[in-house]
Nanobody
Framework: VQLQASGGGLVQAGGSLRLSCAASGRSFSNYNMGWFRRAPGKEREFVATISWNEATKFYLDSAKGRFTVSRDNAKKTVYLQMNSLKPEDTAVYYC????????????????WGQGTQVTVSS
């Protein structure tokens, strides 16, 4: 599966953005999806994950209550709605896919999108 992330941009603190990750290829509905981010000078970190049927979702603690992950299998797209953005959310955001189960680990994902930049100004 190939992944294309989009929707990043520059936003003021307290604002919102919705990231999208469009997949190509077959069997998107069989994949569990994750969102990760890499801030300048830091390691890539987990942000959110969603199972193939939306039954299971997990979030980074600092994202709970602000970010919402969802998917539309008919459109082969996963979304990350980000509200109440903070300057510390500034990072390149990546979507990723894996089979079998959700995971918070970068190393568990098989397919990655190219990343989209999110910059939150104070």
């Amino acid at each position: 599966v190939q992944l294309q992330a989009s929707g990043g941009g520059l936003v003021q603190a307290g604002g919102s953005l919705r990231l999208s990750c469009a997949a190509s290829g077959r069997s998107f509905s069989n994949y569990n999806m994750g969102w990760f981010r890499r801030a300048p000078g830091k390691e890539r970190e987990f942000v959110a994950t969603i199972s193939w049927n939306e039954a299971t979702k997990f979030y980074l603690d600092s994202a709970k209550g602000r970010f919402t992950v969802s998917r539309d299998n008919a459109k082969k797209t996963v979304y990350l709605q980000m509200n109440s953005l903070k300057p510390e959310d500034t990072a390149v955001y990546y979507c990723a896919a894996r089979r079998f189960s959700v995971s918070k680990s970068v190393n568990d994902y098989d397919y990655w999108g190219q990343g989209t930049q999110v910059t939150v100004s104070s």
